[in-house]
Structure formats: structure tokens, C-alpha cells
């Protein structure tokens, strides 16, 4: 990752995603029904809700990996640009190749020369703290390992955008830690974070903003500490109070 840094963070951000009447249905069933959301530039964007919500398939339309059964997500007003994102699932998928190569083969679909690629990957190595294990085959990683280089893979080639699917769910807290590090550290360079989590002190620790679903539909969105301390909507109330709140409408 370089030192570039892009257009800080604003309080009043311009989006840089629009959703617009988001739907998405599968084998007859409506999963995703009406989002009308907006993502501010330069924010760290976290989306919660209980499993089934729709949170990462919501992730996964906005990043452009499924295209919509209606409505539409906008980048700049526009349709989505892919090569200006990156996304981290909660499952890392590494290349069959050595971590080292992880990173050239991203930079080498960028369009970078040898020397720029070998010059990013190596930093990148040595920000996500894995240069010692540069030659290692990245499946013989520890998941706490491999998470970290899928960051760094993503982030690599100075995303203006980055998508993570509950990145931390299975890992350790010294690993958690570590990811969220980086992911922050991205973030103070100006990138926009969007990002899916059931943890609460996590989205306190790197949420500026929160996005609930509920049944495939946006029950609230708003300032972190507004929809985390004190929600408006029936079923973020009862999630962040560990009540089951079931509605069966979508």
C-alpha cells in the first residue's frame, strides 16, 4: 500500500455509491426488496442484522458480483466501476501460489510493470506483517495469516472502495485486532470502507455509520451511535437488546 493519500474524509461526504430500489429474488423468493441507500465517500460504513438479513448478498450486488432483479447501484452517479473496488469474503480464497505471488498476480491484472509490482507487493508484505512468509505456499497460512494477506491483496492496488463480508468472524481477538488495523489504516488514506459484522464493539471500534437490515429491507440507517445506542426501529431495538424479532412481511 503507498503512501498516497486521497481526498480526507469529510463530514458531510459526498456518496459514492446510490442504491436506488435494490431488489433481488432467487428461485421465487424476494431476498432484497426496495434499499434506497447512500454511501458517503471517505466513511467507514458498517451493515448488521441478524442471519438472513440479506447483509451479504446486499455486500455482494453493491460490489457488482451479482447484478440486481431491479433497481440500481450507481458509482459516481454512474454504473459501478469494479476495478476501483476490492472485497474480502469471510472465507479467504488464496491463490495456489506462494504469498508473494498472491499480491504480484493482483498488481500483475492492474496493469503494473515488474519492478512497480515487486515494490507494492513487498510493502504490502511488510505492512500486514507477513514478509517472513513471503515464499510460503499461501494455503499452508494459519486462517488469522490468510485473512491478512487477502487485506492486503485487496488493498494492494489502492481500492477507492473496500467491501469486507464479516472478515474477523473466525479469527482470534490478537488476529482481529491486526485486520482491523489494517483495515483503519486503509481507511486514514482516504479509502471508503464498507463493511458486514455482528459485533457490536466492532462496529463501535470502525463504524462511523450503520446500516440494519431486516428481512431484506433497510429497518435503519444512521450515525453509529444513533443506531447502535438508541434505535429507532422495532427490530433494531430488539437485536441490539439479544431479543428475537421476527416478520415474516419482506
Known sequence: MRDTVKEPPQGCAAPILTVR????????????RGIDLEIARGRRTLIMGA??????????LLHGLLPP??????WHGERPARRAQAMVFQRPVMLRRSVIA??????????????????????????AHLTDKARQPARLLSGGEQQRLAVARALVCDPEVLFLDEPTSSLDPASTQMIETLVNAAHARGVTVVMVTHDR?????MGDAVIFLHAGRVAEAGPRDQV????RSEAAQAWMAGR???CMDV
Do not use: H, I
Open 21 to 32: 430500489g435494490l431488489g433481488f429474488v432467487a428461485e421465487g423468493q424476494t431476498l432484497l
Open 69 to 74: 432483479c431491479s433497481g440500481a447501484v450507481l
Open 228 to 231: 447502535l445506542d438508541a434505535p
Open 51 to 60: 442471519n438472513g438479513a440479506g447483509k451479504s448478498l446486499l455486500l455482494r
Open 244 to 246: 428475537l424479532y421476527t
Open 102 to 127: 498472491n499480491l504480484r498476480f493482483a498488481l500483475r491484472v492492474q496493469g503494473l510493470g515488474w519492478r512497480a509490482r515487486e515494490a507494492r507487493a513487498r510493502e504490502a508484505l511488510e505492512t
Open 201 to 205: 464493539g466492532q462496529a463501535r471500534r
